[in-house]
């Protein structure tokens, strides 16, 4: 239990103060020290802190501290081991919360009063009871704001693994969804070829295999840049890849980017391309790209029949969000009979 909780530190660091003054008030001959008493129960508590007990259960190990506290108390003459009582609050925050930790800091300190008769004419005991008092309040708003900072870690870590599992979901589909799309056509265009012309069936089913190649090849790539996390995305070197006999492919730049530009406008081009194919049963694609100084522009146009009415998928509403994130644009102009065309700006 302990060793799992925030600012573990805390209670060693009490333990040693203790130590260290009840070692000084029994060689001064300050007080009456109970020297071996004393000693085993901090040694008792430092035990506690070890990570075997966290196979014990929370509640019985911070009811054992509190006995070994009282222990403490007992056996020290210095009276500085009174000091360990707002560890209990401190304790319970983690295990039972607030309300709880709240609960026992307010007994602590009825104790703290009954054990110290007329402690309301005395000087020093009414002083020591608004240290102690003080010391409750601290503990417990330490114990807080360590639960919170806590949670606010364990959200944090969630929210970063939902981005990457959405990231992960988004390149899969650019990737290998752009591929396979091409494979899928280029195979019915082989099937329906078979019987009219062979060898464009054969023209058909080679650049099948060449995008079912550039996939895996593109999935490696992915796999090994992850690993290495070697070289930055460029564009002018990524777009060309796209470049098939149904896709003519332009590429112009006068400004630089950063590299998330160049991620963006290099899926939103795999995306058109694959939207061209998959929805709109175009032949004829174009893809250009210009960089200038001030704007970078993507567009992606296409002979076919259009989007046909089809809602927006998957692919496009992430195309979106990942222009919108950069503070860019995305347009569509969607006609049966020109075809479909999908702008991309993104200012530098």
Excluded at 276 to 284: E, F, L, S, V
Aim: hydrophobic share 50%; glycine share 8%; net charge neutral.
């Amino acid at each position: 239990m302990t060793s799992d909780r925030p600012v573990a530190w805390v209670s060693p660091l009490l333990y040693g103060a203790v130590l260290a003054a009840g070692l000084y008030a029994g060689a001064a001959g300050l007080g009456d020290t109970r020297l071996p008493l004393f000693l085993g129960a901090l040694a008792a508590l430092a035990a506690l802190e070890l990570p075997a007990a966290r196979r014990l259960n929370a509640g019985v190990v911070l009811t054992g501290q509190a006995v070994l506290f009282v222990a403490v108390s007992y056996a020290d003459g210095s009276g500085l081991s009174r000091v360990l009582f707002v560890l209990v609050p401190f304790l319970a925050y983690f295990t039972y919360g607030r309300a709880v930790s709240v609960a026992l800091g307010a007994g602590c300190l009825i104790v703290f009063m009954a054990t110290q008769p007329r402690w309301y004419s005395n000087v020093e005991s009414l002083s020591d009871l608004l240290m102690f008092g003080i010391g409750i309040v601290l503990a417990i708003a330490m114990a807080a704001v360590a639960v919170e900072e806590r949670k606010g870690r364990k959200e944090i870590a969630r929210l970063s693994a939902a981005a990457e599992r959405q990231k992960m979901a988004r390149d899969i589909h650019d990737d290998l969804g752009h591929h396979l799309t091409a494979v899928v056509v280029l195979l019915e265009k082989a099937a329906a070829y078979r019987d009219r012309d062979a060898s464009e069936a054969d023209r058909a089913v080679k650049d099948a295999a060449k995008s079912a190649k550039l996939a895996l090849a593109e999935v490696r790539e992915s796999v090994r840049t992850m690993r290495s996390g070697d070289g930055p995305f460029d564009l002018a070197t990524a777009l060309p890849r796209l470049a098939a006999p149904d896709v003519s492919i332009t590429f112009n730049t006068t400004g630089g980017y950063s590299e998330s530009v160049h991620t963006i406008l290099y899926r939103a081009a795999q995306e058109g391309i694959t939207n061209a194919r998959r929805h709109a049963n175009a032949t004829k694609i174009s893809v250009s790209a210009d960089l200038g100084p001030e704007l970078a522009e993507l567009t992606v146009t296409d002979n076919g029949h259009g989007l046909n009415g089809a809602a927006e998928g998957f692919g496009l509403s992430s195309m979106r969000a990942r222009v919108s994130a950069a503070g860019g644009q995305v347009v569509l102009e969607n006609a049966a009979v020109s075809g479909t065309r999908v702008k991309v700006w993104i200012p530098r």
